[in-house]
């Protein structure tokens, strides 16, 4: 049997430092907080070859002492512990005392250093294990951190890196998000002598959000509503995404936690459920939320890189972010409908249960006759409206949905009733659709459609919220979509916007005009008419300004 020994300090190190330094992001990410937690006004990272060659940052902090410049680069050796019990209450980025020696474990490390009123600086540095001896060099105050041929001495690490521009871009969105969380100091990065970009100090957070997530995307940036903080025992604010404003992936769904950029499996599913009905299937929005906690309801000593936490009530803070998000989309949705808020002449009308069933009674005429008027139908898809100030493009399906989705939820609110149908519809099903229907059952009542077992796999629809007449169900289809949506959304809200789904009008049916008419005013009450409750766009509004750019006159 091979002998059990201690291993030496250089492995130790190199062990490490792989945990914590996985590529030149890694060391930027220790060095910068650093600078933070020093108290930097001006931080500035200078690279070569995408950080592979040199990773310099340079700061304008408080310093390290010349005496304790070298016990600095030592492993577990820190200023912001003094036991055990300061685990529990950690105000700072840095805590380990593990940054600075594993990343002196796989590259050749230099420390520049002056504190405040000191008449020189100090120089240490340190490769492996090994820790030079601190000599006096001309330095301006604050730290300079070099660190040169990252990986030179771990081969196979180095060959896992990827190019020096895709390196370079792993560290700029990184420092360009980090910077979020301190508009009040001045961040830059340059790389091969060129500048990247700059970030000076900003007066509002508005510039910093610009800077970091460009003009055009955060004029889409909402303030979060923060009625729901209270409950967290700290702060909870930030910027979301308007609806209609979105990315492919959640990149840009960022989290400060205390300061510290993090990641959060738990609060990325806090969008998703917030967004709900505002955002489409398979799209993200984007934003910044700051989470500000008592430190001993934080723990951040969970991952090496320090880079997820574990927080102590995750349940109330899961809700408290996920109910912030849907009241600010909520009330943006209000706003929205009242600035768009169309009325327009129309006589009584009645309509077949087939066609706009869920609309319980004909929409009583405004008396003002002007307004948005419904013109016709496009390809049996959309409609085609027109005010004295712009089109407007509707999608029939999606604008149905949102009408049904609203009137299905208040059924499911107790404002509304069911009504029974004089002819059950029945409908059978394969064993796994079975299954399914089986646990959406009472909460298809909550909605007002009652459905009963009626046999092996074979059931009977007896029962319709009110108004909905006798337009048939596409029940397979509720049960498909309902499997495919984002298990983190509201239980009942994906029943009841699965349901809306497959009982309205469908792309290719063809509406009479009365209905047209009553579709546009239906859809003009609802409390978010711009958008179907799986996200999507119900109109397209086209103003003079569009329209003259189509014809060149602008």
């Known amino acids: 049997m091979p002998i059990i020994r201690e291993l030496d300090a250089v492995t130790i190190g190199q062990i490490a430092a792989g945990e914590i330094i996985e590529r030149p992001a890694s060391v930027v990410k220790e060095l910068v907080e650093n600078s933070v937690d020093a108290g930097a006004t001006r931080i500035t990272v200078n690279l070569e070859r995408g950080g592979l060659d040199l990773i310099e940052v340079v700061d304008d902090g408080f310093g390290i002492e010349p005496s304790e410049l070298p016990l600095a680069l030592r492993r577990y050796t820190t200023s912001k ?41 100090t120089r240490v540095v340190a490769h492996g294990e090994e820790v030079g001896i601190a000599e006096p060099v001309a330095a301006p105050e604050g730290t300079s951190v070099s660190v040169v041929a990252l990986f030179e001495n771990v081969p196979v690490r180095r060959e896992y890196l990827r190019t020096p521009s895709a390196e370079l871009n792993r560290i ?62 700290g702060g909870l604010r930030g910027y979301i995404s308007a609806p209609g404003h979105d990315r492919p992936d959640r990149r840009m769904q960022l989290l400060f936690v205390n300061g510290r950029l993090v990641r959060s499996a738990l609060l990325s599913g806090a969008w998703t ?91 009583r005429a405004e008396e003002n006759g002007g307004g948005l008027r419904a013109l016709t139908q496009i390809d049996r898809t959309f409609l ?44 059978e099903l394969d064993a796994a659709q079975s299954a399914v229907l089986d646990r959406s059952l009472e909460l298809l009542r909550e909605g007002g459609l009652e459905i009963e077992p009626f046999g092996e796999r074979t059931y009977r629809i007896v029962a319709t919220p009110f108004g909905y007449g006798a337009r048939r169900f596409d029940l397979a289809g509720f049960i498909e979509d309902l499997s495919e949506e984002p298990k983190q959304r509201d239980v009942r809200e994906r029943v009841w916007a699965s349901l809306a789904c497959h009982s309205v009008t469908v792309a290719g049916e063809r509406l009479e005009v009365d209905e047209m008419r009553t579709l546009v005013q239906r859809l003009q009450k609802c409390d978010n008419p711009m958008h179907c409750p799986h996200g999507r766009p119900t109109m397209v509004r086209l103003g003079p300004q569009e329209i003259a750019r189509m014809f060149k006159r602008v």
Do not use: C
């Open 273 to 363: 459920s917030g967004y709900a009905t505002f955002a489409m299937i398979g799209r993200h929005p984007y934003g910044v939320i700051f989470l500000e906690l008592p430190p001993d309801h934080v723990d951040p000593n969970v991952h090496p890189t320090k880079s997820e936490v574990r927080l102590r009530f995750a349940n109330q803070i899961f809700d408290a972010v996920r109910r912030s998000i849907a009241a600010t989309l909520t009330g943006r949705a209000k706003e929205t409908a009242r600035d768009h808020a169309e009325t327009f002449a129309m006589p009584g009308v009645s309509f077949s249960p087939d066609s706009l069933a869920l609309f319980d009674g004909p929409v």
């Open 172 to 233: 700029s969105s990184w420092l360009s998000s980090f910077a979020l969380a301190y508009p009040d100091r001045a961040f830059a990065l340059r790389h091969d002598g060129k500048e990247v970009w700059t970030m000076p100090p900003s007066a509002s957070e508005r510039e910093r959000l610009g800077m970091v997530f460009g003009r055009d995307a955060a004029s889409a940036l909402i303030p979060l509503a923060t009625d729901a903080a209270g409950t967290l025992g």
């Open 81 to 121: 512990l003094l036991a055990a019990g300061d685990l529990a209450s950690i105000a700072t980025l840095g805590f380990r005392g593990e940054g600075l020696a594993s990343v002196a474990a796989v590259a050749r490390t230099e420390i520049v250093s002056r504190t405040p009123g000191g008449v020189v600086g």
């Open 384 to 427: 085609l409206a027109a005010d004295d100030e712009a089109l407007v493009l509707i999608d029939q399906h999606a604008a149905h949905e949102r009408v049904a989705y609203e009137s299905i939820a208040s059924v499911a609110r107790g404002q509304a009733s069911r009504e029974p149908l004089l002819m059950p519809q029945i409908v």
